[in-house]
């Protein structure tokens, strides 16, 4: 990227008190470690949305101080993000200012999240003023940020748009925030109101620790829902969308959003949250994500979720994940993800628990609020599995190691997705805590489960949401107080292997089988019908999108062998122009033939011709009974109160 250039003398005649440079040498990446102690007098901070359908959020922050060397952060390393990802590179424009009068800063030069600055004599306050420029749609960032405005909505990051000064444990430094909407726009959060007066609101102090956990989702077309009437805790849905249609439930759906509460409450048996809100975000034009907060969620999915069938049955697990996120990743979370401020490094080992149980238990409670059907259960089952058995990068790559290096992984290189592998601690992770699910029943015949192990590692403290941190040896402790069985060895076998083999075996033990058919199943087949592309990874080994752009190529597949790699286009099939039915045509042809696929393919401006001498016709995954207990359709079914 073109950088501006550093232009001293101007900003030297520009501002007060210029910064040597023995000050910024001395407090670069070396910075004493933060001190569980108060910070001195409340921040506040005003974000200035009115010109959100802008992209641009402006910002004033006051922030009390003394005199001397002062050094200010910006949030890197953001609670599920699993990365330094804080988007600092949208910040612009920053003035700081104290009495009237600007002051210089500098950069840190090893720490680029870290700003320095002397205070003159008399000063007690530092007033800054920035803007955070959201991207636009199609310009994500590579870290941090994604689209997050459209003409009708917003969506509000805190870590986005506020410093906070060096040397102190967050949830020690206060802070009062205030936010200026547009004219009609409703909002939701989980902070508490202190006062509104029109478009202005202003919130109760939190600690820095409650603003960066408490996103704002606000917008013209504004929808809010009771998920548990009647109870003493408060559950609520609130919608923001980019037209009236789309943030409107039916009663079904309303029915299914309440079960899930219901459901996550009996599996766990305590709650950790004084009240909680999902932020639903439903726009083709922001980002599609999720990310956890204690006592909300903040929820992106794209405008029809709630007005096409298979878009609300393939997205219906995002906020079940989320939600199990306040117990599993909040409440309790690994202690080397635990961090006294936003500026500490994290590390990912444990996030085959925090992310690949939180992914098992989303498809257990999506299926146990009926948002699925056992069906589409076993369906979503029979997908990870195919999807991970050809993982061809476990040749090299454990899963424990997908989680090691997720700070790479999380927001890396396209391409090669099988060889690489990524965060596969996500669909692998539902495969080993399903394999640990199947081994307690099949132990204890029955008796006892993984919703066992729920109510004992989660289901304490209730309504308190102070993290309590966990280390691999607490988790099997609690598996063996659930059930006495060698859970290290089980677990360390299949987190360290490397091999061509799927090592977990939940579904088989389950009394499911994994087969391949020339028929999609319903998931898969919804799956194709939303993205318009194809994935044949178990028969020729590639995907690709609705033009001919492959996606991914598997490694020593027929593909492969014939020369075809991820950023190529199909442009021909056999002689015919492509799409992804001429194509499966194709593969369906070859099946009682010799001849192989014959691909047109362009790499840049050069065309050149792939055949692929494959004849084993299309397969997809299904799951088919088995031997055994039908431990999959019992894992699936809703608990009673």
Not at 184 to 193: D, Q
Not at 302 to 325: N, Q, R, Y
Not at 374 to 398: H, L, V, Y
Request: aromatic share 10%; glycine share 8%.
């Amino acid at each position: 990227m073109n950088r501006p250039l550093f232009r001293s003398s101007l900003i030297a005649a520009a501002v007060v008190g210029a910064l040597s440079l023995s000050v910024v040498h001395a407090q670069d990446a070396e910075r004493a470690a933060p001190a569980d102690t108060p910070y001195d007098g409340t921040l506040t901070v005003n974000v200035d949305l009115t010109d959100a359908p802008k992209r641009m959020f402006r910002v004033q922050e006051a922030i009390p101080v003394k005199a001397g060397e002062v050094t200010l952060l910006y949030p890197e390393w953001i609670p599920g993000e699993h990365a330094p990802s804080g988007p600092i590179q949208n910040v612009a424009g920053l003035i700081i200012s104290a009495n009237g009068k600007q002051l210089a800063w500098r950069r840190d030069l090893r720490d680029m999240y870290a700003i320095h600055l002397n205070v003159p004599d008399g000063v007690s306050q530092l007033d800054l003023a920035f803007q955070f420029l959201s991207p636009a749609p199609g310009e994500d960032s590579l870290f941090g940020a994604s689209a997050s405005s459209t003409p009708n909505l917003v969506d509000v990051e805190f870590n986005q748009v506020a410093f906070y000064p060096a040397g102190y444990y967050s949830r020690q430094i206060h802070i009062q925030p205030t936010v200026q909407l547009p004219a009609g726009w409703k909002f939701g959060t989980a902070m508490e109101v202190a006062s509104q007066s029109g478009g202005t609101v202003q919130f109760k102090p939190v600690t820095f620790n409650n603003l960066v956990d408490s996103p704002l989702i606000a917008g013209e077309y504004f929808n809010r829902v009771d998920l548990a009437p009647g109870a003493k805790v408060p559950v609520h849905l609130n919608v923001v969308g980019d037209g009236a249609k789309d943030v409107k439930l039916t009663d079904k759906q309303l029915e299914q959003q309440r079960a899930v509460v219901t459901q996550t409450n009996l599996l766990f048996g305590a709650h950790h949250y004084d009240h909680y809100d999902f932020l639903l975000t439903l726009s083709d034009h922001t980002g599609h994500f999720g990310l956890e907060h204690h006592q909300s969620s903040d929820d992106r999915l794209p405008a029809d979720f709630f007005t096409d069938d298979d878009m609300h049955t393939l997205a219906a697990s995002l906020m079940p994940h989320e939600f199990v996120h306040s117990w599993n990743g909040k409440f309790r979370r690994p202690a080397d993800l635990w961090t006294p401020n936003f500026n500490v490094k994290m590390q990912d080992d444990l996030l085959w628990v925090y992310e690949g149980l939180t992914d098992y238990w989303c498809s257990v409670l999506t299926a146990r609020a009926d948002l699925w059907s056992p069906e589409q259960f076993r369906d979503t089952m029979a997908d990870i599995a195919s999807q991970m058995s050809e993982r061809t990068g476990r040749a090299w790559r454990s899963l424990q190691d997908t989680a090691d290096a997720a700070p790479l992984t999380y927001y890396g290189g396209g391409g090669w997705g099988n060889w690489r592998r990524g965060t596969d601690f996500y669909p692998e992770g539902q495969l080993l805590w399903l394999d640990v699910d199947t081994k307690i029943r099949e132990l204890s015949g029955g008796k006892h489960s993984l919703d066992d192990f729920a109510h004992a590692f989660y289901g304490m403290e209730n309504g308190s949401y102070v993290t309590k941190t966990y280390t691999f040896d607490d988790v099997v402790s609690t598996l063996n107080q659930v059930q006495p069985f060698d859970w290290a060895k089980f677990l360390r076998e299949r987190l360290d292997y490397t091999g061509p083999n799927l090592p977990e075996q939940g579904i088989a033990r389950g009394g499911w089988k994994l087969v391949y058919t020339d028929k999609p199943n319903a998931q898969t087949k919804a799956m194709e019908g939303i993205r318009h592309g194809v994935n044949l990874a178990a028969s020729i080994g590639l995907s690709a999108s609705k033009s001919g752009d492959i996606y991914d190529v598997q490694w020593n597949g027929p593909a492969f062998k014939a020369g075809l790699v991820p950023g190529l286009t199909i442009v021909a099939v056999n002689g015919k122009d492509y799409s992804p039915d001429a194509l499966k045509d194709a593969i369906t042809a070859a099946k009682t033939g010799s001849a192989p696929i014959e691909l047109l393919v362009k790499n840049v401006d050069i065309y050149s011709t792939a055949k692929i001498d494959y004849h084993g016709g299309l397969l997809y995954p299904h799951l088919v009974r088995a031997d055994g207990k039908d431990l999959l359709d019992a894992i699936a079914t809703a608990r009673k109160n």
